[in-house]
């Protein structure tokens, strides 16, 4: 997959998670709902290892906002 990244200096958009298309059978992995051809992948933070609420398209470097993760416990992702 070539990086375009041409969305990597707008603003980020808030998305819901759940509310993304799954990619693959992961319930982490979304596909990008700017290109539709990148993946988001669900970051972690480096030092905590707990999920985060930004991510960035791999494609084309679009910035997302989750405002339903990280997911508490109960709550988790389906
Ligand atoms: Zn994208």
Redesign the pocket.
Known sequence: MTIAAE?INKKPITVRHSNLKRCDDSIYRSV?????????LVRRDNNTGKITNKDR??????AFIYEDLPAKAKEAVK
Not at 33 to 40: H, R
Not at 57 to 62: D, E, I
């Open positions: 969305n990008c709902p700017v290109c539709k051809e990148g993946i988001l398209c791999l494609s084309c470097g679009q």
